[in-house]
């Protein structure tokens, strides 16, 4: 079984069997053979619209054989037929992408879901500052980013950069992509875990973000096309606290615009796509952990007592802190309700086995709304790593105080 066992690609989500992998040829032709030339990739094209040049592609076509299983826990994989050349590195034998060493059964594949206007894109770019920063300082951590910055990950850093610099701009809403999909943000973590009686081992493990554009969960119609959910390890769902019918009016006053698609709308959407992509029968409740995060909750802390967890910063402990999650998820629930959404608690509770709330803002202060400039005193992250460390720590890859 163990050489069956299959992962998603943390690029194009396809289910791939991680000891059944496709190589690029080095490029280092056998003496007395031609050498290969690059030219574009057929698959990186319809992927990523990626119309670089690269070596072509070796498939151990041998492996399909009865003898595979012995052929790969041997680590044998055929020269390239046209040059003769050593394999380069593994990459994914549907899209071609370069795979991370740290890739196997175990990766993580995390969806970030939200509508138009719900922060999706801001909460996104700071997570990835955060991951090299303080949550890597947090677990005494390295977390890279192996496929360099380019696609999304690219994009996180220059929207980064605009907000910290003297700009403090922030960036517009993720675009419809209607020719390809962008390549995800894709990291690799490795940390030393602490066992039992003093013991200690190395963790790692990939995972991976897509950021779509809203208008994908506007509706449950839209939202089916987003099929890759079905394949994700976990969910990020972001709701805009200003679409709650009981904030519309503190929406308005604060000219932080009008929501178009209500908290209630994409939950129903999101839940249309897992129950379809995962053909969970409507007896049965959805597998996938999801984390309901409400965005932008520093504009709601005249509602929450001061010193409550919600309010407090992050903890700076190598674990994640199941206790103080369950009250900040006990709270947030009281005021979900209060704003207008049971509907939407007890949708989660009925379809869902596994899910949390939290509250989180990317910017930790309420920006200009009319000229949408970040605050005078810059980013302050507040609790963006949470539901990230959440599902990590559900799939037993960081320790919790629950365990």
């Known amino acids: 079984m163990l050489f069956k066992a299959t992962a998603p690609c943390p690029y194009c989500y396809t289910e791939i069997n991680p000891r059944r992998l496709a190589y690029r040829c080095s490029g280092r032709h056998a003496a007395g053979r031609s050498p290969c030339t690059k030219a574009m990739d057929e698959a990186r094209s319809r992927h990523f619209n990626d119309t670089n040049a690269y070596w072509p592609i070796i498939r151990p076509e041998r492996f399909d ?14 020269r390239c037929a046209d040059c003769g050349a050593d394999p380069g590195p593994p990459v994914c034998p549907e899209c071609h992408s370069l795979l991370p060493s740290e890739y196997g059964s175990d990766s993580a594949l995390f969806g970030l879901v939200g509508v138009r206007g719900s922060g999706k894109t801001v909460m996104l770019s700071v997570l990835d500052a955060e991951l090299r920063g303080s949550v890597a300082d947090r677990f005494d951590a390295a977390i890279d980013v192996p496929g360099g910055k380019s696609g999304l990950t690219r994009d996180l850093r220059v929207h980064h950069e605009l907000m910290s610099d003297a700009r403090r701009r922030v960036p517009g809403q993720t675009q419809e992509n209607r020719g390809g999909k962008k390549e995800p943000a894709v990291y690799t973590w490795r940390y030393v875990k602490k066992g039992p009686l003093g013991t200690s081992r190395t963790a790692s493990t990939v995972f991976s973000f897509y950021d779509n554009a809203g208008e994908d969960f506007a509706t449950a119609d839209a939202a089916m096309t987003q099929r890759y959910l079905g394949a994700t390890s976990g969910l990020i769902l972001l709701l805009d606290p200003f679409g709650f019918p009981e904030n519309r009016k503190r929406a308005a006053d604060r000219g932080a615009g009008f929501v178009e698609t209500g908290p209630e709308e994409v939950v129903d959407a999101v839940t249309t796509v897992l129950r379809a992509t995962g053909r969970v029968r409507r007896s ?7 984390a309901v995060v409400v965005s932008k909750i520093d504009a709601f802390f005249d509602q929450i007592e001061e010193g409550h967890p919600l ?10 802190d199941e206790t103080e999650a369950q009250t900040v998820h006990d709270h947030l629930g009281l005021l979900i309700q209060q704003w ?19 509250g989180a803002s990317a910017l930790g202060a309420e920006p200009d709304y009319a000229s949408q400039r970040v605050n005078h005193r810059g980013l302050l992250p507040h609790r963006v790593a949470e539901p990230l460390l959440w599902l990590m720590a559900r799939r037993g890859f960081l320790p919790s105080t629950g365990e």
């Open 65 to 78: 054989s009865p003898l595979m299983e012995t052929a790969a826990k041997a680590g044998v994989v055929d």
């Open 284 to 290: 049965k409740k959805i597998k996938q952990p999801v």
């Open 311 to 320: 309010r407090r910063p992050s903890s700076g402990r190598p674990l994640f």
């Open 340 to 358: 207008g959404g049971a509907k939407i608690i007890r949708t989660l509770e009925q379809h869902y086995a596994d899910f949390r709330l939290f």
